[in-house]
């Protein structure tokens, strides 16, 4: 079977169950082994008291992208360790795409990198993440 197809089925799955990326109005761009493409929408009720995104959104973006990618050659994994850089303020209104790229793929780990930028092409944010691959299938 093709390596994207099993992909986009892995991914299709993960988000059937996925409550908080589904609250998030997480939408699928694209979905290739190792790599994910997704966007979504500011609303209110994802600002801080300080009248921009809340953190935790901005990183919940990026760690559902990290998640769709690392996982979708069907092999549960999990997040070791992460870490998130915020370069620009995000706003109600915005949209966010946030693009996870596979630096490595290990028999064990996996290591990506997710860049969020807004709808004017701005980096809004960096996000690194380190995965660890359980050997446990998602789907048969």
Same mark, same amino acid.
């Given at each position: 079977?093709?390596?994207? $197809?099993?992909?986009? /089925?892995?991914?299709? *799955?993960?988000?059937?169950?996925?409550?908080?990326? +589904?609250? $998030?109005?997480?939408?699928?761009? /694209?979905?290739? /082994?190792?790599?994910?493409?997704?966007?979504?929408?500011? #609303?209110?009720?994802?600002?801080?008291?300080?009248?921009?995104? !809340?953190?935790?959104?901005?990183?919940?973006?990026?760690?559902?992208?990290?998640?769709?990618?690392?996982?979708? #050659?069907?092999?549960?994994?999990?997040?070791?360790?992460?870490?998130? @850089?915020?370069?620009?303020?995000? !706003?109600?209104?915005?949209?966010?795409?946030?693009?996870?790229?596979? $630096? *490595?793929?290990? #028999?064990?780990?996996?290591?990506? !990198?997710? @860049?969020?930028?807004? +709808? *004017? +092409?701005?980096?809004?944010?960096?996000?690194?993440?380190?995965?660890? #691959?359980?050997?446990?299938?998602?789907?048969?």
């Amino acid at each position: 079977m093709d390596k994207n $197809l099993i992909a986009n /089925e892995v991914v299709s *799955h993960i988000m059937q169950k996925d409550l908080f990326s +589904q609250w $998030l109005g997480i939408e699928i761009i /694209e979905i290739k /082994e190792g790599y994910s493409k997704i966007k979504m929408t500011v #609303r209110e009720e994802m600002m801080n008291g300080l009248g921009i995104v !809340h953190g935790g959104i901005g990183f919940s973006l990026s760690d559902s992208a990290f998640a769709f990618a690392c996982n979708n #050659r069907n092999n549960l994994s999990v997040a070791l360790d992460t870490a998130i @850089n915020f370069i620009k303020p995000v !706003h109600v209104g915005d949209t966010l795409i946030a693009e996870a790229k596979e $630096l *490595h793929n290990g #028999r064990s780990t996996g290591l990506y !990198h997710i @860049n969020i930028i807004n +709808q *004017h +092409q701005h980096t809004v944010a960096f996000f690194k993440g380190t995965c660890y #691959r359980t050997g446990k299938k998602l789907i048969d």
